[in-house]
């Protein structure tokens, strides 16, 4: 069974564009969240997915953001993007929203200059 | 608010002795306790959990132990090699049905001196 894909693994932006991050769960994984990790403040939940819904959010502005389609694909948007955001974005899926194991991806690396 | 803390941030071991990692949580709620190894350019990998209604866990070298009433959960690994080397996190789910999520620790950056 495939793992968790991220693409692009490698991004490179400006201050003041925009993002767009996508990661492909685990076949039969419903629930995909995402994380923010910088060696400063470590791993930080973004927001989770379910069933195209978003189930919960973490303590992040509005300039991030995320949806999941039908196949549980997800992908999340950063926008306005600021030097501070540079940082390795990742994914992690599970078979279920709630105390269940997530499996992450090998992550996003986005650099803003 | 929620919050886990982990320690140590660093710890060095020589090959062959054990290694103990842990971590405090603050929501008595919290139900799943995962922990995470994370080698460089990779994703974290769970390595071992624990749920609330068990106070040990293990699988081969690498054990878990959780103290509901104390907050605290703790990982031991060992017979350490260099292969052990990497970042370990802890992790707590907290929320209600529908709302989960996962605080996660620090970090602690093991080196196994061979």
């Known amino acids: 069974k495939a793992g968790v894909t991220q693409t692009p693994r490698y991004l490179i932006k400006t201050r003041g564009q925009q993002v767009t991050l996508s990661c492909s769960p685990i076949s039969g994984h419903r629930s995909v969240s995402w994380y923010q990790q910088t060696p400063g403040q470590g791993l930080q939940f973004l927001f989770e997915?379910?069933?195209?819904?978003?189930?919960n959010k973490g303590n992040f502005p509005g300039r991030f953001s995320g949806r999941q389609f039908s196949n549980s694909r997800s992908e999340m948007n950063v926008s306005t993007l600021e030097l501070g955001d540079s940082a390795l974005y990742l994914c992690?899926?599970?078979?279920?929203?709630?105390?269940?194991?997530?499996?992450f991806g090998p992550g996003t690396r986005l650099t803003v200059l | 608010g929620e919050n886990v803390e982990q320690h140590p941030s660093t710890l060095s071991v020589q090959e062959g002795d054990s290694a103990v990692i842990k971590c405090t949580y603050s929501d008595s709620a919290s139900n799943y306790f995962p922990w995470y190894k994370q080698e460089l350019g990779k994703g974290p990998q769970l390595i071992i959990d624990?749920?609330?209604?068990?106070g040990e866990k293990k699988d081969q070298r690498i054990a878990v132990t959780l103290n509901k009433t104390a907050k605290h959960f703790s990982l031991h690994i060992t017979e350490t090699q260099p292969e052990d080397s990497a970042v370990y996190f802890c992790?707590?789910?907290?929320?209600?049905?529908?709302?989960?999520?996962?605080?996660f620790g620090t970090g602690t950056r093991l080196k196994v001196l061979a």
């Open positions: 997915y379910f069933s195209e819904t978003q189930r």
């Open positions: 992690a899926s599970s078979q279920r929203s709630g105390d269940n194991e997530q499996f």
């Open positions: 992790a707590a789910s907290y929320g209600t049905s529908g709302t989960y999520k996962y605080i």
């Open positions: 624990i749920r609330s209604n068990v």
